[in-house]
């Protein structure tokens, strides 16, 4: 574990210091940039949701958007680091282990991982969110947690009331996910072959 993050912090300060920036600015950036579209999606869900349970103005607003707009964000760039960014580091680090590197395999990853959290969470956080803020405000009827159908239908009825834009968020999120894990993938590729170029002892 020592040995990866060491890798990483090396990998880190040469793309840090890289010039032109733009030539790896998904590297530099894209964790964030991905993490602020998850941001923005999270907070789509959250406004459609509150729609859904009347909840209107500012009824229980803070306490509605950290946990949905926050945690998928923090979420994200936790999996994304974890699952995607290190395993192209580790991958790209010795030349055995380049060839074996599945690129696509990482960018379906990074796709879904941006779905999930872009998605699926911030979906069970607002309805969870939303239906406690619409029991304390009495602005929506919500079945007790032991009526298992009756919520699994609230649910399914509060997802479908905007199946549309989940459906866009869905592919969008989908989309920007991959978009950006390929161009990580080719800038490590140019990160390496630079480095090789120029230090091919190393």
């Not at 395999?105 to 779905?115: K, T």
Request: proline fraction near 4%.
């Amino acid at each position: 574990m020592s040995a990866i993050n060491e890798v990483v912090k090396e990998h880190r300060k040469v793309v840090s210091s890289w010039h032109p920036q733009t030539s790896v600015w998904a590297l530099a950036h894209g964790a964030t940039m991905s993490a602020l579209c998850v941001a923005g999606s999270s907070y789509m869900v959250l406004i459609r949701m509150r729609q859904f349970f009347n909840l209107y103005s500012q009824q229980y607003l803070l306490g509605t958007l950290l946990p949905v707009v926050a945690l998928p964000s923090v979420g994200y760039i936790i999996l994304q680091d974890v699952f995607v960014d290190r395993k192209l580091i580790s991958g790209f680090s010795l030349p055995e282990t380049r060839k074996s590197l599945c690129s696509t395999c990482l960018e379906i990853r990074g796709s879904f991982i941006q779905m999930v959290a872009g998605v699926v969470a911030p979906v069970l956080f607002s309805v969870s969110s939303c239906a406690s803020a619409s029991i304390s405000y009495r602005t929506f009827p919500v079945p007790e947690l032991t009526k298992y159908r009756k919520v699994f239908g609230l649910v399914c009825k509060a997802c479908g009331s905007f199946s549309s834009t989940l459906i866009l968020l869905t592919l969008a999120n989908a989309v920007v996910g991959g978009f950006i894990t390929e161009k990580m993938v080719e800038q490590h590729a140019l990160v390496s072959a630079t480095r090789e170029t120029i230090n091919p002892l190393k």
